[in-house]
């Protein structure tokens, strides 16, 4: 739909875009995805909300997009999403100073740690990446219901289609962990987080959108090691065997982070999305199921409606807030 691909960058998606007087609220900005979004959307005038845990990587994100944007409209705020507690207090004082929000993008992520477990006893991924923006999210609707054409993008990843939620045992109480897995149902969850969220929003004009960036040279890698690289390539070689693809040994493709950004870019404005509430989004382009999950392909398991309700009654269970958006 929109002539945008795999190598399509986050500045191209904002050609002659002024974005001047929109807030945008965006988790994980303090590296990769996060802060290249953060660089593109202030070049074109937004404030911009940079949300991260650790100030002193954060203020150094900020510096470098500074050097390229000397007038950015930075604001940097402190909260750690594998802690309900510094979320509510971030939420609590964000609110307080600020009545609106345009839009809010869930970028944050942990991919492929050992077995750990977040201030609250969630393991760790699933925490971090899911209960946490739940939270978060949901704490933000008022100011969010108060926004221009507000929209909230959740970042997923390819790696959805490693394993659907579990939600008798989302935290891995009885069932041995897998750091694989354990990423795949987080990111299965942003998925369906995605969808009850436009099915609860999109009558009062909040459109939300889970995005695929591809796969991109950052921190996320952090805890990968020799073995959990040598699943993901056997995951990959397996995948490319099962679709009768040549295996021309190549991997994965990796995308430099101005085109791993862009998808998340295109989330967030791109006007012509706005018939396509609640979309998998993956190289600028609407999601396919079934297709490659490397770019925009995506499993049936994360677009259940079902799984995506009984999901958000875990979540309030587990934060133990009940939420009703759109009466926010
Ligand atoms: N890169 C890829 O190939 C790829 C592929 C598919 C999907 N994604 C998704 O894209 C998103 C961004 O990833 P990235 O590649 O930009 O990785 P990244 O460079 O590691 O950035 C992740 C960001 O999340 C923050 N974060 C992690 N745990 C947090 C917590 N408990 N509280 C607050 N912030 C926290 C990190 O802060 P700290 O540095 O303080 O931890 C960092 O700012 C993730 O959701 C990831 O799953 C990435």
Same mark, same amino acid.
């Given at each position: 739909?929109?002539?945008?691909? +795999?190598?399509?960058?986050?500045?191209? !998606?904002?050609?002659?875009?002024?974005?001047?007087?929109?807030? +945008?609220? *965006?988790?994980?900005?303090?590296?990769?995805?996060?802060?290249?979004?953060?660089?593109?959307?202030?070049?074109?005038?937004? @404030?911009?909300?940079?949300?991260?845990?650790?100030?002193?990587? @954060?203020?150094?994100?900020?510096?470098? !997009?500074?050097?390229?944007?000397?007038?950015?409209?930075?604001?940097?705020h402190d909260v750690d999403l594998a802690d309900l507690a510094s979320i509510r207090t971030f939420t609590?004082?964000?609110?307080?100073?600020?009545?609106?929000?345009?839009?809010?993008?869930? /970028?944050?992520?942990?991919?492929?740690?050992?077995?750990?477990? @977040?201030?609250?006893?969630?393991?760790?991924? +699933?925490?971090?990446?899911?209960?946490?923006?739940?939270?978060?999210?949901?704490?933000?609707?008022?100011?969010?219901?108060?926004?221009?054409?507000?929209? #909230?993008?959740?970042?997923?990843?390819?790696?959805?289609?490693? =394993?659907?939620?579990?939600?008798?045992?989302?935290?891995?109480?009885?069932?041995?962990?897998?750091?694989?897995? =354990?990423y795949g149902r987080s990111k299965t969850a942003n998925v369906l987080f995605t969808i009850e969220l436009?099915?609860?929003?999109?009558?009062?004009? *909040?459109?939300?959108?889970?995005?695929?960036?591809?796969? !991109?040279?950052?921190?996320?890698?952090?805890?990968?090691?020799?073995?959990? #690289?040598?699943?993901?390539?056997?995951?990959?070689?397996?995948?490319?065997?099962?679709?009768?693809?040549?295996?021309?040994?190549?991997?994965?493709?990796?995308?430099?982070?101005?085109?791993?950004?862009?998808?998340? *870019?295109?989330?967030?404005?791109?006007?012509?999305?706005?018939?396509?509430?609640?979309?998998?989004?993956?190289?600028?382009?609407?999601?396919?199921?079934?297709? /490659?999950?490397?770019?925009?392909?995506?499993?049936?398991?994360?677009?259940?409606?079902?799984?995506?309700?009984?999901?958000?009654?875990?979540s309030e269970k587990l934060v133990g807030e009940t939420f009703s958006p759109g009466r926010a």
């Amino acid at each position: 739909m929109s002539g945008y691909g +795999f190598e399509t960058t986050t500045d191209e !998606i904002l050609d002659g875009v002024d974005l001047t007087g929109r807030r +945008f609220v *965006v988790t994980g900005a303090s590296s990769g995805l996060g802060e290249e979004t953060c660089r593109a959307l202030a070049a074109r005038g937004a @404030t911009i909300s940079m949300l991260a845990r650790n100030r002193e990587k @954060t203020q150094a994100a900020a510096a470098r !997009i500074r050097e390229t944007v000397p007038d950015a409209r930075l604001e940097i705020h402190d909260v750690d999403l594998a802690d309900l507690a510094s979320i509510r207090t971030f939420t609590d004082a964000y609110l307080a100073d600020h009545d609106a929000i345009d839009v809010l993008v869930n /970028n944050a992520g942990v991919m492929c740690c050992p077995l750990s477990r @977040t201030a609250d006893g969630f393991e760790m991924q +699933f925490g971090t990446n899911h209960v946490g923006h739940f939270l978060l999210t949901n704490r933000l609707l008022p100011a969010l219901l108060r926004g221009r054409e507000p929209r #909230i993008v959740n970042l997923s990843s390819g790696g959805h289609s490693i =394993a659907n939620v579990d939600l008798e045992d989302p935290n891995y109480e009885s069932n041995d962990y897998d750091p694989w897995e =354990a990423y795949g149902r987080s990111k299965t969850a942003n998925v369906l987080f995605t969808i009850e969220l436009a099915r609860h929003l999109g009558p009062h004009g *909040v459109l939300c959108f889970a995005v695929h960036p591809g796969a !991109i040279m950052t921190d996320l890698g952090r805890h990968l090691t020799a073995e959990t #690289i040598g699943q993901m390539m056997e995951r990959t070689k397996q995948r490319k065997d099962d679709a009768g693809e040549t295996d021309d040994g190549g991997g994965m493709p990796f995308k430099p982070v101005e085109a791993g950004a862009a998808t998340q *870019v295109w989330a967030a404005t791109a006007p012509e999305l706005a018939a396509h509430n609640g979309a998998y989004l993956g190289d600028c382009q609407l999601g396919v199921e079934g297709a /490659n999950p490397t770019h925009r392909g995506y499993a049936s398991w994360a677009r259940d409606a079902d799984t995506a309700r009984r999901l958000w009654e875990l979540s309030e269970k587990l934060v133990g807030e009940t939420f009703s958006p759109g009466r926010a």
